[in-house]
């Protein structure tokens, strides 16, 4: 049994999700319910070097269940990737008796305060927190459906312009490695295709579908893309297919950070509460050096050594249908 833990602090770190203040305020109460002291690390591991800690109170996270972003702002660090930095941050935590950590980040969050927990054997557990759902342990990620829906109200917008003249999009949407983001906006938005990283797709094979289409009198399309597409990115590819292809004016639009702002969807707002009432519970239960996930509706616990590593899954049935659909 390890020592009772009387202190946790919360965190975001890496780039913002939609979520991540439900997650911060769950944590936050969750903790003041069962008794502990929580405080707040402003900038992720750069605050944590630099000492940029705040207590909090219930009433210090109210109002902030909707909102966008992260109230304790978000930062990578490079100094915290050091022994040197990783020292300082404890000789903080120390100072301020924390004995317990709450991340909610992405992989390299995890990388990082799994190497802490390693050197400093305090307590940790993270929460996922990416646009990108591309962590293995768990079914969806807090920000991933808000940034899909916020893809595919974006994709309708686009839509009314290709309808409206001989047009052929090319949708560019976040996700960096994974294509989850793209598929399912792309099924969502009716798209005649679309490009991820997981799949290959030479221009060749898109043309062909393009012309499909063609042949089906279909004045406007619509592709979407993954920014970390094997064929290259949007305009890379839309550059291509202009060249070879001129049934259809080509237009490129490239969603960018867009997908990260704006008000989460009840869904990732119960999603993150649910995740940040898990991340208090299993530490206190002790639980450490783990990754809270929701796997069939089930919150359940990831041992970092045993997810990490491992390359996240696309949904296949996903991809079988947005092929089958996009006729």
Sequence with gaps: MNQPIKNIAVFTSGGDAPGMNAAVRAVVRTSIYYGKEIYGIYRGYEGMIDNDLVKL???????????????LKSARSQEFRTAEGRRKAYENLQERKIDALVAVGGDGTFTGLHNFYKEYEMPVICIPGTIDNDLPGTDFTVG?????????????????????????????????????????????????????????????????????????????????????????????????????????????????????????????????????????????????????????????????????????????EALRIAKILAI
Excluded at 57 to 70: C, E, K, L, M, P
Excluded at 174 to 186: E, L, P, T, V, W
Excluded at 217 to 238: F, H, T
Excluded at 272 to 288: F, I, N, P, Q, Y
């Design 57 to 71: 109170n219930a009433r210090s996270v109210s109002n902030i269940i909707q909102r966008g972003g992260t109230i």
């Design 144 to 316: 991933y459906d808000t940034a899909t829906n916020t893809a595919v109200d974006a994709i309708d917008k686009i839509r009314d312009t290709a309808l409206s003249h001989n047009r052929l999009f090319f949708i560019e949407v976040m996700g960096r490695d994974s294509g989850n983001i793209a598929i399912n906006s792309g099924i969502a938005g009716g798209a005649v295709a679309i490009i991820i990283p997981e799949e290959e797709t030479t221009i060749e094979q898109l043309i062909e579908k393009l012309d499909e289409t063609a042949r089906n009198n279909k004045k406007s399309s619509l592709v979407v893309v993954a920014e970390g597409g094997k064929s290259g990115n949007a305009l890379e590819i839309a550059q291509q297919v202009q060249e070879r292809y001129s049934y259809y004016e080509t237009k490129v639009t490239i969603l960018g950070h867009l997908q990260r702002g704006g008000a989460p969807t009840y869904f990732d707002r119960v999603l993150a509460s649910k995740m940040g009432v898990a991340a208090v519970e299993g530490l206190l239960s002790d639980k450490t050096d783990m990754i809270v996930g929701i796997r069939n509706g089930q919150i359940v616990f990831n041992k970092f050594d045993d997810i990490m590593h491992r390359p996240p899954e696309i949904e296949a």
